[in-house]
């Protein structure tokens, strides 16, 4: 594939990707058709499936290529610290730059699959945190995660309801001090429980 031809495909690939994020805020994603993409974008049914099978298809590679981003940012600075502080703010930082997606993400990834997809991460950034507070037992240890992995993400959806107005940092400082919260609950009661 010549130059022209290739850079012609990354724009059309682009744009149909762009279009269908602007569609799926005001649509259910099995009501979006190949048809309406190409009509709006001025392309031919041929060219939308050169570069894909179906809507489903295209969001699912849309997915794939944001994720694919945020891993690899949050896989570099795990290599470099532990500070799970600023995993968090990487996190709030390409929710907001990519609001089109995320809006699309959290609308069309059924709460298991998004359960499922974040679970790792924050299995990762919160687990000593809870066993600084005490918490080792594995069931436990499963509903306080639950928990914060849910609070988190419910966070993030509501900033990103409110169209990202505040700065990331200061989302990630709200997350912060909400688990630290949390946290000095837990330690309060088991040190409670202990001396009885």
Request: hydrophobic letters at 40%; proline letters at 2%; a neutral charge.
């Amino acid at each position: 594939m010549n130059i022209k031809k290739n850079q012609q495909y990354q724009s059309t690939d682009l744009a149909i990707q762009s279009y269908l994020l602007e569609l799926i805020k005001e649509k259910t994603l099995n009501s979006i058709t190949v048809s309406e993409i190409c009509k709006h974008l001025g392309i031919n049914r041929s060219s939308f499936y050169l570069h894909y099978q179906d809507v489903y298809d295209l969001m699912d590679k849309i997915i794939v290529k944001y994720l694919g981003q945020i891993h690899e940012e949050l896989t570099n600075v795990a290599e470099k610290t532990d500070d799970y502080t600023l995993a968090l703010v990487l996190v709030a930082r390409h929710i907001k730059n990519n609001q089109d997606f995320y809006i699309a993400y959290f609308n069309y990834i059924v709460p298991a699959q998004l359960e499922k997809t974040f679970k790792e991460m924050i299995y990762k950034i919160f687990l000593p945190e809870l066993n600084a507070v005490g918490v080792y037992s594995d069931y436990k240890i499963e509903y306080h995660f639950v928990f914060v992995m849910n609070g988190i993400l419910a966070m993030f959806r509501c900033w990103l309801a409110n169209k990202c107005k505040e700065p990331p940092e200061e989302i990630v400082k709200l997350v912060m001090q909400t688990m630290s919260a949390s946290s000095d609950y837990i330690r309060l009661k088991n040190q409670k429980e202990s001396t009885l």
